[in-house]
């Protein structure tokens, strides 16, 4: 297991195991990060009303996107269309979470710098972690002067 996953495991011990290893569904998602980040769906795409965008409400700059898609995406034998959320690690955390965990190398975004959080398959508290990260990674950095 590697560091950051070991840190996530060994945050979870303390937590209500029965809530927290328990999926969440998209409403329950959006609930988290308006009373989080005080952030809700913004819905962008002309048409498309199951797509949302959650942003930094300063920035605008995007921090996650949630949306519909088949499982065979992420190498089901299943057309089933479940809800998923991209999201933005760092580097150095890409890689620290798999299958296992819900978490997939990250649908029609950069696979580099995002992953996709299946939300039926992903306990929470690995879901709601993996949007802090996104969040923080997301977020306006500090102008550094030039000397």
């Given at each position: ?43 962008p ?51 620290s ?41 997301t ?9």
């Amino acid at each position: 297991m590697d560091f950051f996953a070991k840190i996530w495991y060994d945050d979870s011990i303390d937590n209500d195991h029965e809530r927290m290893n328990a999926p969440m569904t998209k409403q329950e998602y959006f609930a988290h990060c308006a009373d989080i980040y005080g952030t809700v769906p913004d819905y962008p795409f002309e048409e498309d009303f199951e797509t949302a965008v959650l942003r930094h409400a300063d920035t605008r700059k995007w921090y996650g996107i949630v949306m519909k898609v088949p499982r065979r995406k992420f190498g089901f034998d299943s057309d089933e269309a479940v809800d998923v959320v991209n999201l933005k690690l760092p580097l150095d955390m890409y890689g620290s979470f798999g299958a296992a965990d819900g978490v997939y190398p990250a649908y029609h975004m950069n696979k580099m710098h995002w992953i996709s959080v299946l939300l039926p398959d992903a306990q929470t508290e690995l879901t709601q972690f993996l949007t802090s990260v996104s969040y923080d990674a997301t977020k306006q950095k500090p102008k550094t002067k030039r000397p």
